[in-house]
């Protein structure tokens, strides 16, 4: 399989994760529905760079909306697009530290999900900006950590098994989950 080949493939397997993760894959609880669309956007954007980590992620979300009983609202389509930008942003060909991986999820979580979908479902819904944007908070309060502990033990595995093209130039095991991950028995160089 050429490089071209593999590229295309894994990042069509990452818009496939992505679409199941929009579609099935949720925790609902009473205030907030967690869901982890993040993780195959944020793969993405450590494999892919800027541009096909934000086309990826507007292309899961075109597709996660046309398999849902609504319509498409193309707006969200841009949320999603700077999502992936974002995330590669921050993680592309870069050591995922900790301290990185927060920096992006906060950004994303205040630029995009708390201002600008907060926005769009105002145009959506019709209710007023600061009805919404309460809500919006505390379900971002929510989420924050929970994205940022998936994406820091997720970055970890894709940087050490991505093929060498996709190769980051600071060894994976100088970050904070590298070194966890080298405490864990199946990861030992004596077995």
């Known amino acids: 399989m050429t ?13 496939a994760a992505q679409v199941i993760a929009g579609r099935f894959i949720s925790i609902s609880l009473p205030i907030v529905t967690i869901g982890f669309v993040f ?6 954007g450590i494999l892919f760079g800027p541009l096909l980590g934000g ?7 075109l597709i996660t909306a046309l398999l849902g009983p609504y319509g498409y609202f ?21 050591p995922a530290s900790i301290r990185r991986i927060i920096a992006c999820v906060l950004t994303e979580s205040i630029l995009i999900s ?12 019709g ?7 309460p809500t919006r ?3 971002n309060l929510i989420t ?8 820091w033990l997720v970055s970890y595995r894709v940087v050490r098994f991505m093929p060498e093209d996709f190769r980051i130039p600071a060894p994976a095991e100088s970050t904070a989950a590298g070194a966890f991950f080298q405490r864990l028995p199946m990861h030992r160089k004596n077995r």
């Open 39 to 44: 993780l195959p956007v944020s793969i993405t």
């Open 74 to 94: 193309l707006p969200m389509g841009l949320s999603a697009f700077l999502t992936g930008a974002i995330y590669s942003l921050f993680l592309h060909r870069k």
């Open 144 to 151: 924050i950590p929970v994205s940022v502990i998936c994406i």
């Open 3 to 15: 490089k071209t080949t593999q590229k295309i493939a894994i990042l069509g397997m990452l818009v």
């Open 55 to 61: 086309l990826s992620a507007f292309l899961g979300d």
């Open 114 to 125: 708390v201002f600008l979908q907060t926005f769009w479902l105002t145009i959506l819904t």
């Open 127 to 133: 209710k007023a900006y600061l009805v919404l944007l």
């Open 137 to 139: 908070i505390i379900q």
